[in-house]
Every structure is written in structure tokens, then in C-alpha cells.
């Protein structure tokens, strides 16, 4: 049996570990299903409006409408972008860890493949070593069953 080896995922730092779950999450199902809900929503609050008061701003607070806002606001979804990319790139690297570590195992078996290859082809060639001598000792045996006793025709 080998030797238990410490995996990949246990020498990864702390944001490492966390980018892997998060970029796991952005791609599941239930994520991408939050986020088609609350932009059908999105698009069905502006579409239904008849009071026209959303479309104008005028049912949100004048400090989120006015253009003072708009500095941290760019900021927020700025850095959120960065973060957005830090986790694209940890995903990358995620990605590319689990390849390299398929392509050792990979190496492993074709290792002990050729491992099997070489003990097999020296079992065969044991076996046909030793049927051939039992051929001949066959043949030494049916000589000398056939030769009249006493060594006389």
C-alpha cells in the first residue's frame, strides 16, 4: 500500500480555499437561478410601473439618486469587478492544479502499466521456456519408451 500523501487542497492558503468555494457557487444552478429572478424582476418592476416613479428615481432616497452618490457606487461595484477577477483567476488556478494532478496520476498508471507489461512478458517467457522443456523431456521419454529393451532393433 503507499504512503498517505498530503493532498493539493490541504496546502492551499486560506483565500485559495475560500475563491474555490465561491467560484464553485457562481457556477451552480441555484445561483444562476437567484440571479434570473431578480433580473426578470429588475425588468418587470421598470415594465409595470405606471406611475412612472421608478423609471424617474423619485420612490428611492434623494442621497442614492443624486450624483454624490455615484463616486462610492462606482467604487462598490470597482472593487467588486477586482474581486470578480481574483476569483476568475483562482478558479484558473483551481482548474489547473486538478490537471496537473490528473496528468501524475496518469503518469502513475501508465508507469505501473508498463510495470505489468515487463512482468507479464517475463512470465510468458518463463512459461515458454519451461513448456519447451517439457516438450523435449516428452520426446527423451517416448525415445526411450520406444527403444527395444536392451538397446537391441
Do not use: C
Not at 486560506?14 to 465561491?22: I, T
Not at 423619485?58 to 450624483?67: A, E, L, V
Not at 476569483?87 to 496537473?100: D, F, P, Q, W
Request: no cysteine; hydrophobic share 45%; aromatic share 8%.
Amino acid at each position: 500500500m503507499s504512503e498517505q500523501q498530503e493532498t493539493p487542497q490541504e496546502r492551499l492558503s486560506l483565500f485559495q480555499r475560500a475563491a474555490d468555494k465561491v467560484s464553485f457557487g457562481m457556477g451552480t444552478p441555484q445561483n444562476i437561478t437567484v440571479w434570473i429572478v431578480l433580473v426578470v424582476g429588475w425588468v418587470l418592476l421598470f415594465a409595470l410601473d405606471r406611475s412612472r416613479s421608478v423609471q424617474s428615481g423619485s420612490f428611492m432616497p434623494g442621497w442614492f439618486t443624486s450624483t454624490g452618490f455615484n463616486f462610492p457606487l462606482n467604487l462598490v461595484t470597482t472593487v467588486a469587478e477586482l474581486y470578480i477577477g481574483f476569483l476568475v483567476g483562482a478558479s484558473s488556478n483551481r482548474s489547473e492544479r486538478n490537471l496537473e494532478n490528473t496528468l501524475a496520476r496518469i503518469g502513475d498508471v501508465e508507469q505501473q502499466v508498463l510495470a505489468t507489461e515487463d512482468a507479464l512478458r517475463a512470465e510468458v517467457k518463463a512459461n515458454t521456456d519451461l513448456t519447451q522443456a517439457v516438450h523435449d523431456l516428452t520426446e527423451q521419454v517416448h525415445a526411450l519408451v520406444a527403444a527395444p529393451p536392451g538397446g537391441a532393433p
